[in-house]
C-alpha cells in the first residue's frame, strides 16, 4: 500500500472506503447485496456517522468485511476507526421483566371479555324478569288493577295483593242473584233453591253469576285462575276454577280475560267457540279481550 492510502486510512476510514468502492465502480446497492447489510449501514459507515451505528463490535465486523470485498488490509481500517471514536462499552439489550401473576391479561381483552359476558347476561335477565312477571299473574298475584306496590310486585304496573275468600269460586251477592233471576236466559241447575240459604255456593258443577246481554262459557277440564273484568271494569269471575266445572258469566261486553291455565279451559262468547292459543304465553297463561265489537253499541 502507497504513503498517500495510509495517510488517507488514518485520516478517516469512512472516506477511505467510499473512495476505493467508486474506483471499483460500486455502488452501495452492490456493496449491501454482497455483505448482505441494509443500504443505509453501508452509507452510515461511508460517512463516519457514528450514531447511527450499533455497538463496536459489530461494527469491527462491518468493516472488516467491507475492507475484504474492497481488497485492502481490514485491520488497518479497524484501527483508523477506533482512533475516532471513544469506544463505549458494549451495551446488553435488557431483558424484560415478567410478568406479575394477574397483569399477563391486557386490557383490550379484559374489556372484550366483559362485553361478551354483558352480551350473555342480558338476554338471560330479560328471559327472568318476563318468566317472573307472567308466573306472578297465573298464581294470582293481582288483586285489583291499581294501587299496590309496583316495586315488590315484580310488575310493570301496580297491583294490590288480596286474600281470596274460603269459598272456591267468586259470585255475586245472594240479592244480585236473586235479581238476575228475573232476566231472560238465568240458568241454574237448582230452581227451588232459596238464594238466602247458607247451603253450598254452587249447585252441582255448574256456576252462573252475573246480569248483561253478553255471556262467556268456560268448562275446565283441570284447576285454573281465572279473572274476568266486564265494559264497566267490574269484577265477573276473580278465582280459582276446579277440574270439571262449567261457569257461565253475564255481562256487558267487552271482557278482559285472563286464564292461568289456558288448556284446560274451553271458552265460548255468546255461543262462539273462542280459541286462546294465540294468545298463550310460555307457561300457559293467556290474556285476551272478548266482545270488543261490542263496545260502540
Excluded at 447511527?52 to 461494527?59: A, E, I, M, R
Excluded at 269471575?237 to 280475560?257: E, K
Amino acid at each position: 500500500m502507497s504513503d498517500n492510502q495510509n495517510n488517507e486510512i488514518r485520516s478517516s476510514a469512512g472516506t477511505f472506503l467510499k473512495r476505493l468502492r467508486e474506483e471499483k465502480n460500486l455502488s452501495i446497492e452492490d456493496v449491501s447485496t454482497k455483505l448482505y447489510l441494509q443500504p443505509h449501514i453501508i452509507e452510515a459507515l461511508e460517512q463516519d456517522d457514528h450514531e447511527s451505528l450499533p455497538t463496536g463490535t459489530y461494527v469491527y465486523g462491518y468493516l472488516q468485511n467491507y475492507a475484504k470485498l474492497l481488497d485492502t488490509p481490514a485491520d488497518q481500517v479497524v484501527a483508523m476507526y477506533k482512533e475516532d471514536i471513544t469506544e463505549q462499552p458494549e451495551q446488553v439489550p435488557q431483558r424484560q421483566p415478567k410478568p406479575k401473576p394477574g397483569q399477563s391479561i391486557k386490557w383490550p381483552y379484559a374489556i372484550l371479555y366483559l362485553v361478551i359476558f354483558a352480551a350473555l347476561l342480558l338476554p338471560f335477565t330479560w328471559w327472568r324478569s318476563q318468566y317472573t312477571q307472567e308466573a306472578t299473574i297465573s298464581a294470582g298475584a293481582g288483586g285489583n288493577r291499581s294501587g299496590g306496590n309496583a316495586a315488590t310486585s315484580g310488575l310493570s304496573y301496580p297491583i294490590t295483593i288480596v286474600e281470596h275468600p274460603d269459598t272456591p269460586f267468586y259470585r255475586a251477592p245472594n240479592t244480585e242473584r236473586a235479581a238476575s233471576a228475573q232476566q231472560p236466559g238465568f240458568q241454574t241447575t237448582n230452581p227451588d233453591r232459596e238464594f238466602d240459604s247458607p247451603a253450598d255456593p254452587y249447585d252441582g258443577n255448574t256456576v252462573t253469576t252475573g246480569i248483561g246481554p253478553d255471556s262467556i262459557r268456560i268448562v275446565l277440564t283441570d284447576d285454573c285462575w281465572i279473572e274476568i273484568f266486564d265494559a264497566n271494569n267490574d269484577k265477573v269471575f276473580y278465582d280459582l276454577a276446579r277440574s270439571d266445572q262449567i261457569l257461565v258469566l253475564n255481562g256487558t261486553a267487552p271482557f278482559s280475560v285472563l286464564l292461568g291455565n289456558a288448556e284446560a279451559a274451553a271458552v265460548e262468547f255468546n255461543a262462539m267457540p273462542i280459541d286462546a292459543t294465540p294468545y298463550m304465553s310460555r307457561i300457559g297463561m293467556a290474556r285476551f279481550v272478548l266482545g270488543e265489537e261490542q263496545a260502540g253499541r
